[in-house]
């Protein structure tokens, strides 16, 4: 069996930047006024979006130009924008965006001048018509429904650019953090990306590559400030649907958030899993790795509805040492689960059921009812966990067998 997915490929062989990306997006067929609320529901009543058609080296685009209605101070931080964007009236998918791009910059500034993501104070990113930028892309995005999105190659530019902190080469620092991992080229003389382009592409796409097999069904060019002569500066967006194998029964999206740790206590490790499953995460646990100069350290994994990832991100910053969290979308595929009481001395284990199309394939009792009972008892785990798996057998709970009468959800 197959199924139509939807698919959009960014072309950024000539650069990018936030308002480009905007432009694109809305030039696909996005309604700007969707987007005004998102950002209004950010930074209400500092911003006004308006398209209009530009040509850009002779070629149609459209541009999105965002009005400052209010007073403006380009110095704020990511702990103000994070604080705003979560208390922000957008859908989860937005605001997940929202978060995921301006953390992967704050994580990047925050390399760069070596202070923790939460102290970064963002410059040029942190104004009104950059926050508009990015809050509007990502709402955007969320509003088309696409289920995978790749980058072409990111042209970078080259030369200098004048910044907050003077002269900077480019790319800029923030953007040499933001690339690895990802195919680029110098593309041409000057800054080609921003920072905040470079943000979105990074934390939005799934990967780079040419443009992907599909059925095209409407193609969006973005233009930037600049006409240049020698090459339209715009960024294109396509969108269309290719055929997939569908997913196996029981396949879900979830978010899967991660990062790597040295330098936290190991006596800390407990609670913060335990905040997180608290919170809702499907599942959190720890790899142990060993990580650059010989240094042992973790890596925490978080998997998650996409709905929660904001929240659980937000723990992962407050609780851990880190300074960045990533994430990405995964799929799983779980079993139909149910739960049979099977009542022993010490009181009643629950044996979770893993089946199919009420089909048995396996059987577990919950060992924290079988620590419980054995504690009521004197007997050991092991033993009243093999009565209780032994006593689901006895009601009919066998592999291959239909579910037995009794169990619940």
């Not at 049979?340 to 009792?365: F, P, Q, Y």
């Amino acid at each position: 069996m197959t199924a139509d997915r939807r698919v959009l490929w960014l072309d950024a062989t000539a650069g990018v930047a936030g308002d480009m990306l905007l432009a694109a997006l809305v030039d696909l067929g996005v309604r700007l006024p969707g987007i005004q609320a998102a950002v209004d529901a950010v930074i209400p009543g500092t911003v006004l979006l308006r398209q209009r058609e530009v040509s850009r080296a002779g070629l149609r685009a459209l541009k999105v130009d965002v009005e400052l209605v209010a007073t403006d101070q380009h110095h704020r931080s990511w702990r103000e924008i994070r604080n705003r964007i979560v208390a922000a009236e957008l859908t989860e998918g937005a605001r997940a965006n929202a978060l995921a791009a301006f953390g992967a910059l704050a994580a990047a500034e925050g390399r760069v001048h070596g202070v923790a993501a939460d102290d970064v104070h963002f410059h040029e990113v942190g104004a009104w018509d950059s926050i508009a930028d990015l809050v509007g892309s990502c709402a955007a995005l969320d509003s088309l429904g696409a289920d995978r999105v790749t980058v072409s190659e990111i042209a970078l530019g080259s030369g200098t650019v004048r910044a907050a902190h003077g002269v900077l080469p480019v790319p800029v620092p923030a953007v040499t953090e933001l690339i690895a991992g990802w195919s680029v080229t110098s593309g041409g003389d000057g800054e080609l990306a921003t920072p905040t382009g470079v943000a979105l592409l990074t934390t939005l796409a799934a990967g780079t590559g040419p443009l992907p097999a599909m059925t095209v069904q409407r193609v969006g060019v973005g233009a930037g400030s600049r006409d240049r002569p020698d090459r339209p500066n715009v960024v294109r967006a396509v969108l269309g649907t290719s055929a997939a194998t569908a997913p196996a029964a029981g396949t879900t999206r979830l978010t899967m958030l991660e990062t790597t740790v040295d330098d936290l206590d190991p006596r800390l490790w407990p609670s913060v899993l335990d905040a997180l499953l608290a919170a809702g995460a499907a599942d959190a646990w720890l790899t142990p790795v060993l990580m650059k100069k010989g240094r042992p350290g973790q890596v925490l994994s978080v998997l998650a509805e996409p709905a929660l990832a904001p929240a659980l991100q937000q723990i992962v910053l407050a609780r851990t040492s880190t300074l960045g969290v990533r994430s990405f979308g995964v799929q799983r595929t779980a079993l139909d689960r149910c739960y049979l009481d099977v009542e022993l001395a010490g009181g009643t284990v629950a044996v979770k059921i893993g089946h199919r199309d009420g089909v048995v394939l396996h059987a577990t009792a919950e060992y924290s009812d079988a620590a419980a009972a054995a504690d009521a008892t004197g007997r050991t785990v092991a033993d009243v966990l093999a009565e209780a798996e032994a006593g689901a057998r006895a009601a009919g709970v066998v592999p291959g067998a239909g579910l037995p009468p009794g169990v619940r959800n």
